[in-house]
T-cell receptor, first 113, second 113 residues
Framework: DAGITQSPRHKVTETGTPVTLRCHQT?????MYWYRQDPGHGLRLIHY???????DKGEVSDGYSVSRSKTEDFLLTLESATSSQTSVYFC????????????FGPGTRLTVT | KNQVEQSPQSLIILEGKNCTLQ??????????LRWYKQDTGRGPVSLTI?????NTKSNGRYTATLDADTKQSSLHITASQLSDSASYIC????????????FGKGTTLSVSS
């Protein structure tokens, strides 16, 4: 998985609790992304980062926040989890966002009960 | 609106047979088109990336074609194997930084013996 790890790999949590997912890379790529994948939908971008402390929203950012304090780590936080946030979350990295290869992590399956 | 449509949604073939998956897109300005393979429970892995000027690109038994005029692409799998059972995702990159990728919903291929 091109030097990308995600943690945890599986998590079950209750509605209203905060949740943080971690993406860690060893490739020193500048760009990092968080996607969610749900049945009947393609991968949808939640947030992305184009450098340390530089982040921006994707198409489905409501209810999510991110932080990137160092190149190798990109955190996704659900401040107050809802059942609609039950999904599989993928982190991805690339050195060149338009033309470059984008590498995906193994995914985190999150269930909100 | 930028969109990527894939067909069929799912496909079942016998081991050893060939198959072709389709992708139509309306993305502007177009940069490149990618095909990813996603095994169950794993992150997507890139098979091919094609720019505007490339008509065909191969990766082993996988051959992708691109017709930029009609905005269509296909992925041809030759002599299918059981390990080809996966979801195949067509992704188009727009010429803009950061949020560059538009994902199709994927075609689920099942190869049976």
């Amino acid at each position: 998985d091109a030097g990308i790890t995600q943690s945890p790999r599986h998590k079950v949590t209750e509605t209203g609790t905060p949740v943080t997912l971690r993406c860690h890379q060893t490739e020193n790529h500048r760009y990092m992304y968080w996607y969610r994948q749900d049945p009947g939908h393609g991968l949808r971008l939640i947030h992305y980062s184009y450098g340390v402390k530089d982040t921006d929203k994707g198409e489905v950012s409501d209810g999510y926040s991110v932080s990137r304090s160092k190149t190798e780590d990109f955190l996704l936080t659900l401040e107050s989890a809802t059942s609609s946030q039950t999904s599989v979350y993928f982190c991805a990295i690339t050195g060149t966002p338009v033309s470059g290869e984008q590498y995906f992590g193994p995914g985190t399956r999150l269930t909100v009960t | 609106k930028n969109q990527v449509e894939q067909s069929p949604q799912s496909l079942i073939i016998l081991e050893g047979k060939n198959c072709t998956l389709q992708c139509n897109y309306t993305v502007s300005p177009f940069s490149n088109l990618r095909w990813y393979k996603q095994d169950t429970g794993r992150g997507p892995v890139s098979l091919t990336i094609m720019t505007f000027s490339e008509n065909t690109k191969s990766n082993g038994r996988y051959t992708a074609t691109l017709d930029a005029d009609t905005k269509q692409s296909s992925l041809h799998i030759t002599a299918s194997q059981l390990s080809d059972s996966a979801s195949y995702i067509c992704v188009v990159s727009a010429e803009q930084a950061g949020t560059a990728l538009i994902f199709g919903k994927g075609t689920t291929l099942s190869v049976s013996s």
